[in-house]
T-cell receptor
């Protein structure tokens, strides 16, 4: 039982490049979330999903896209990377909204 | 959306001391969680506690939903308790967004 797995752990992108951050969970959780954490700050919600085929915007969705074709996977796509997207990205999942969430190890992204 | 505020922002204690961390939220909640982010950045769920009191070893938490606050108690602090403590809340009003506070950075000195 791996929990929530994020790949890659580290990545350096050049301005204007694109990439996909992968997130997979093996706990059969319906709810999945993407957050970003800037240095010394709290977590800001980018996108979330309450089940396969259903996604919705969080506080800071601009510059990102998501899809949820299966219960297990919730990839986050960055198009046209900008220095402002330099951050640590966390994926989380829970059984339903009203229970505790489990987090992945995070992806540290630097855009130069 | 819901506002989540935590206090104090920073706390430095000697090993063995007790501490109380506070989380205030602006709306009625159906979901309130406490997390510990260790110095390596890993986020661990400590408590799911939308109301009432829970205890787990040296840690306990109390949420008074009617007064819109939650408290996390750490007793007999150890150096491994260092890190940032976050609370996160979700309102009763429809959407499923889990909103985080800005955290309390706890440093335990040996």
């Amino acid at each position: 039982n791996a929990g929530v797995t994020q790949t890659p752990k580290f990545r350096i992108l050049k301005i204007g490049q694109s990439m996909t951050l992968q997130c997979a969970q093996d706990m059969n959780h319906n709810y999945m979330y993407w957050y970003r954490q800037d240095p010394g700050m709290g977590l800001k919600l980018i996108y979330y999903s309450v089940g396969a085929g259903i996604t919705d915007k969080g506080e800071v969705p601009n510059g990102y896209n998501v899809s949820r074709s299966t219960t297990e996977d919730f990839p986050l796509r960055l198009e046209l990377a900008a220095p402002s997207q330099t951050s640590v990205y966390f994926c989380a999942s829970s059984t339903r909204a009203r229970e505790g969430a489990f987090f992945g190890q995070g992806t540290r992204l630097t855009v130069v | 959306g819901i506002q989540v505020e935590q206090s104090p922002p920073d706390l430095i204690l000697q090993e063995g001391a007790n501490s109380t961390l506070r989380c205030n939220f602006s709306d009625s909640v159906n979901n309130l969680q406490w997390f510990h982010q260790n110095p390596w950045g890993q986020l661990i769920n400590l408590f799911y506690i939308p109301s009432g009191t829970k205890q787990n070893g040296r840690l306990s938490a109390t949420t008074v939903a009617t007064e819109r606050y939650s408290l996390l108690y750490i007793s007999s602090s150890q150096t491994t308790d260092s890190g940032v403590y976050f609370c996160a809340a979700m309102t009763n009003f429809g959407n499923e967004k889990l909103t985080f506070g800005t955290g309390t950075r706890l440093t335990i000195i040996p």
